[in-house]
């Protein structure tokens, strides 16, 4: 059962917004665009969870994570450099409100330690409710809740994601730009990218996010997509700015259940692909079942 969730949760980290769930949908994507062995890259990584899934099932050949959240990064640079350093807290951390409050003050503070923040974000990450930094302890401050702040904090398989990640190091480029400036910057110097963008929200991004966007910073960032010229996916909350931002280009509409601070719900989503970029056929993004995509890596 381990081996089990550690291959469906390649993560570490929770985030709100479930996008772990449309990893092997990216997966047909790959296949029926002939991109297996692609530069794979995500400027809003977060959990980076649907690019570590394609970095070790081998669908691309190198990934490059970017995140500009100061604690985020600060995680999977101690991930990537320090992973045994990460493992040994997370054997002897203690999981009570005293401790939890403590990593709290250390996320907080501008001039801590890189690896203290690191642990820290991730700490706060696993224990607080939705995985929200700032969504209050699992079960309260009290403790008086169903679930306790234990709740998500398996030693033992966190530990062990850690140690697979570590495997691939080697093969995992870490970055901490602004997503504009990356596209610009930084891309058009990689070979064979292709390109998943999941921006903040455009509602309620600011209950979900540290380093969320206003309605201006949402249309900078699609005036950048509109000038790439390599393939690129972008998902998104399904709201009239946003797909009056994309309205140009092919897109889907689903379904993705998620759990955060806006509740437990079924939140209803766009993706926008690039010109020239097939849509696999399927009845949801987020229903796709991993046999599927092993037929059709063998069809292929």
Known sequence: MAVAADQRYPSPLRYPGGKGKIANYIKLVILDNDL????????YAGGASIALSLLFEEYADRIHINDINRGVFAFWDTALRNPDELCRRIQSVPLDVTEWLRQRAIQ?????????????????????RSGIIGGGVIGGLDQSGHWKIDAR?????????????????????????DAAQYLTEVLPGL????????????????????NWYAADDHAAIAA?????????????????????????????????????????????ELMFFSPGLVAPSVASPAGVRSKVVDQARLAG
């Open 36 to 43: 297996v062995g692609c530069e794979y890259v995500e400027p």
């Open 108 to 128: 907080r503070d501008p001039n801590a330690d890189p690896v203290d923040l690191g642990f820290a974000t991730f700490y706060l990450n696993r224990t607080s």
């Open 153 to 177: 904090f398996n030693r033992g398989q966190l530990i062990r994601r850690l140690q697979r990640i570590g495997r691939f190091a080697s093969r995992i480029t870490l970055t901490s730009h």
């Open 191 to 210: 070979e064979r990218p292709f390109v998943y963008l999941d921006p903040p929200y455009y509602t309620n991004g600011a209950k979900l996010y540290e």
């Open 224 to 268: 950048t997509v509109r000038r790439l010229g390599v393939p690129w996916i972008v998902s998104y909350d399904a709201v009239p700015e946003v797909a009056e931002l994309y309205t140009s280009f092919a897109r889907i509409g689903y379904e993705l259940h998620y759990s955060a601070a806006i509740g437990n719900l079924s939140g209803s």
